[in-house]
């Protein structure tokens, strides 16, 4: 009989592409042969996925401008949708946590009286930790769960540091592409009008939420010198900025006389749009100080385009230099403007290296072959 799992997310396609890779997940299960329903709000669409049981209960979920009213719509959408799941006969809750708190203990606590199975998958490992009282709870909302999977061998490390004693119950399944749900667009020219690009240019794109673990300042104090060198590149920024404003990086920019050579779209880039960013890039710039996992990463490479990135492992259990993207020392300016030099003074055979990147995105993280890794772990609960 086929398991049946109730992936639970009220995030869903709210402010990124985060519908995407539940979908992609969805997908990889469904062809495993895994009953799935999925639970979400109002703003996610429904993936039209044969035999997949799809419900909004969320409903409009971040309409409300108050944090009251969203709370009561979450903690409704959320109770409604476990009982919902468990007398609809799923017994695995698959939850997708970005960020510890009281509420997700207490969902589990929630399933775990229904007897229920609970699987998370982290996506953000909050392991820095800077009180006792965050230890406690990652301990036990880890502790509590029944599985547990990490993207990377970097973030189950970073778990482990929390709660050593749960090694056995953390799978990692990596991050898959999201070449199902994209229109790769080759028409550079048509993009570059389109954003209002000069077409001689060449083009380095910084493309996602801007948070300051992510090296935005990095990039913009190296980018005079690669100015100096390569008088014809443009930096393109498309995100918005992340629980804080864009003043910190105008001041770098004024600083620093940039502003000709930036082109800033301060804001959520919906997806119909996105095409267009990558096409117009020339390389996409991921200078992070730290991450977990990256989707940007795996957009990019789903897109086509060459990726540089900073030496952290999540980032290099995916890249190798030279080999299917570049790779620089993270937080190391001068790495940064040299290799970024090299790579625009045609140092590299490009077409190979992007040739490389394209078949590994797609063999290597396929969603079947995910789900498939996905139903192993279902299957020892």
């Known amino acids: 009989m086929k398991k049946k799992v109730a992936i639970i997310d009220s995030l869903g396609a709210h402010g990124s592409s985060h519908h995407f890779y539940l979908f992609g997940q969805i997908r990889g299960l469904v062809d495993n042969e895994v009953n799935v329903s999925l639970y979400t709000n109002s703003n996610t669409p ?31 959408g959320l109770v409604l949708s476990i009982f919902h799941a468990r007398f609809s006969g799923a ?12 509420v997700i203990l207490l969902k589990i606590i929630l399933v775990k009286l229904l007897f229920g199975k609970v699987v998370i998958t982290i996506h953000d490992v909050k392991s820095f930790a800077k009180s006792e009282k965050n230890v406690f709870l990652n301990n036990q909302i880890y502790s509590h769960a029944d599985l547990i999977f990490t993207h990377n061998t970097f973030s189950k490390k970073e778990v482990l540091k929390i709660s050593p ?9 990596p991050h898959g592409n999201y070449i199902p749900f994209i229109n790769v667009h080759n028409d550079k020219v048509k993009a570059k009008d389109l954003l209002a690009i000069d077409r001689d ?27 100096k060198k390569h008088p014809d590149i443009i930096l393109l920024i498309a995100g918005k900025t992340w629980k804080n404003d864009f003043s910190y990086y105008q001041q770098i920019i004024d600083k620093n006389n940039l502003a000709e050579n930036i082109i800033l779209h301060n804001n959520f880039i919906p997806h119909a749009d ?40 999540p980032l290099t259990e995916i890249i190798e ?28 055979d490009l077409q190979n290296i992007s040739s490389q990147a394209k078949l590994m995105i797609k063999n290597e993280f396929d969603w079947k072959k995910i789900g498939s890794l996905t139903k192993k772990g279902y299957q020892n609960l």
């Open 321 to 348: 230099d030279k080999v299917n993207g570049f790779i620089f020392k993270s937080e190391d300016k001068d790495a940064l403007i040299n290799k970024i030099d090299d790579i625009l003074s045609d140092k590299y």
């Open 91 to 102: 017994k695995i809750f698959h939850f997708h946590i970005f960020e510890n708190n009281i």
């Open 165 to 173: 004693h749960i090694d056995e119950k953390i799978l990692i399944v």
């Open 201 to 227: 240019k060449k083009v380095l794109l910084f493309f996602g939420l801007i948070k300051k673990v992510k090296g935005l300042d990095l990039l913009l104090n190296a980018f005079g010198e690669i100015i």
């Open 46 to 76: 429904n993936p039209n996925i044969q035999s997949v049981n799809f419900y909004q209960f969320f409903g409009n979920l971040f309409s409300s401008k108050f944090l009251f009213v969203r709370a009561l719509k979450y903690v409704f």
């Open 274 to 313: 996105v095409r267009y960013y990558y096409s117009a890039a020339d390389l996409v710039v991921l200078p992070y100080k730290k991450i977990y996992q990256s989707g940007v990463l795996m957009m990019t490479l789903s897109y086509q385009k060459i990726a540089l990135v900073s030496n952290l492992s």
